[in-house]
C-alpha cells in the first residue's frame, strides 16, 4: 500500500520586516544577512497570532469536507507550545470543526518534532488504511531584541495531509536516525527565549548530517545519484547550503549543478519568512515543489531533518503522477500582499508584553487582525480562539 503526502498548506503572519532594515537598525553590513545567511525578509506575528491560528489556517486551506470527516489523528509539532499540558492539535480540531472522534497530541524535540510526526502518521494509516492524518508544523522563531539570533526568527505553519493513495508524494520506508545528548539549543521553562551555542550547533547540524547520511547510503545501498533534488532542515538557507556543499562532495559536476539548481529553488519560501523551526524543512519542500519545471513523477527526494538537542533524521519521498495538481503556483502573490514594517513597529509587535493580570486576563482587543483565525484574548488563565469568517 502507498502512504505518503497527499496534501500541503503554508500559512504566515501577514507582517514581514527586510532583513535590511534590521541590519541597518543594528549597525550591521546589510550583505551580512543577505549574503551571510541568504536571507531576505523575516514574518512578523501580532500576539493575536501564534502556533494554533497559523496551523489552522494553513490546514483549512487545503483541508475539503470529505477531509473532515475521514481525518481522525491530528499531530502538531512544535517547539513554541502555547500550554504544558493542553495540545495546541486540540485548539485546532476545534477550529477547523473536524469530526469528534479524533487522537489529537502534540509533539516535540526542537526542529525536529513534525518529521517524527510524519512516521506516526503513515504507521496510523498503514494499520487504517481508510484514515486521513492532518501533520502540522507550526513554529514562531523569537530570540529577542539585539540578540544574536534576531535576524534568523520566523514564524509560518506547514499543514500535511498523509494518507494512502497519496497525490503529491509517497514515502520510502528508508528512515535512519540519529539522537545525541547535546547542548546546542534549548529553552528552559523558565525562559521565555532560547539559549544558543550558536559555533556549536552549527557543528552539531553539520556533523549529524554527515553521519546519518553515510548511515543511510551504507543502510539503503543509494547514492547521491539517486536522488533529484535534496532538502534540509533551514534554520537559516546559508547553513543549508553548507550542508548541501558536503555531501556534494560524492557527486560528480553534473549532479552538482542539478542539486544546487534544486537546492536554489527550495530556499525560496524561507529566504522570506525566515526560521520556522518544526516547518523549515517542509517549507523548502513546498518551495521545490512549487518552483521547479524539472521534477517528475518517480523522482526520489531526499530529506534531512535535524532538531538541536539532538535529533536528526535522513529519509526520502517519490514523486507521484500528477503531483504538480495539487500544488499551487502563485504562491508569491501571498508573500506581496503582506504589510512591510518598520525596525520601531517589529521591536513593538513582536515583543509586546503577554503577561496575564493577577486574575488571568490579558485584553489585546486593541489589535485589530482581520486573519481568519485569531487569538481573541486570554481570561480567566484561558486562551479564547475565534473564527472570524
Known sequence: MKIGIDKIGFAMPNYYLDIRDLATARGIEPDKFTKGLLQLEMSIPPVSQDIVTLGAQAAYDILDKDDLERIDMIIVGTESGVDQSKASSVFIHGLLDIQPFVRAIEVKEACYGATAALDFAKNHVMNNPESKVLVIASDIAKYGVKSSGESTQGAGSCAMLVSSNPRILEFNNDNVCLTRDVMDFWRPNYSQYAFVEGRFSTEQYLDCLTTTWNRYIEKTKQSLNDFSAVCLHLPYPKLGLKGLTLLLEQAEEEKKEELLTRFNESILYSQRVGNIYTGSLFLGLLSLLENNNTLEAGNKIGLYSYGSGAVAEVFSLTLVEGYKNQLRNNRFDDFG????????????????????????NLDISDIKDESRFVLEKIENHKRVYKKQF
Open 337 to 360: 500582499k503582506r504589510t512591510r514594517i518598520s525596525i520601531d513597529e517589529y521591536e513593538k509587535m513582536f515583543f509586546r508584553d503577554t503577561a496575564v493580570d493577577e486574575e488571568g
